[in-house]
């Protein structure tokens, strides 16, 4: 069995030792023991999941998003439907955050279409009407 330190668990699963700390925290992740000199082993299964997480919150997954799934692998037997339904909604979730990020780009590029001379500031269409609340 392969044991870790915390700095080359972090290296390995490519996080800072500060992160995992963090996750430890969080109660993501477990040491498997600490020694007498108070260092923190890790095994195998802590840098697995490290890694379990770190490509979930690529995916923009939140934290609680990731603990349920942890919960839910806890139970290796159960239907995986509530797995299912999990990335549904976050898919949704993301679908509309493309739209919104679509409204911003409309709203950036009529503002920056606003201004189309060399002004000073003073005379900057951009900065009146973001004063005016004018950006949609």
């Known amino acids: 069995m392969s044991l870790y330190l915390i700095s080359e668990v972090a290296q390995k699963a490519g996080f800072s030792t500060d992160t995992v700390r963090f996750y430890e925290k969080k109660g993501l992740i477990q040491p498997n023991f600490r020694a007498s000199n108070q260092y923190r082993y890790y095994t195998e299964d802590a840098l697995k999941r490290l890694i379990f997480i770190k490509r979930c919150r690529a995916l923009g997954m939140s934290l609680k998003e990731i603990e349920h799934l942890i919960q839910l692998e806890q139970n290796p037997d159960q239907d995986c439907c509530a797995v299912n339904q999990l990335i549904d909604q976050h898919l ?27 002004t000073t500031i003073d005379h900057c269409q951009i900065l009146k009407m973001l004063e005016a609340g004018e950006t949609s």
């Open 92 to 118: 949704s979730d993301v679908s509309n955050k493309i739209k919104e990020l679509y409204i911003f780009k409309q709203q950036l590029k009529a503002l920056r279409e606003s201004c189309n001379t060399p």
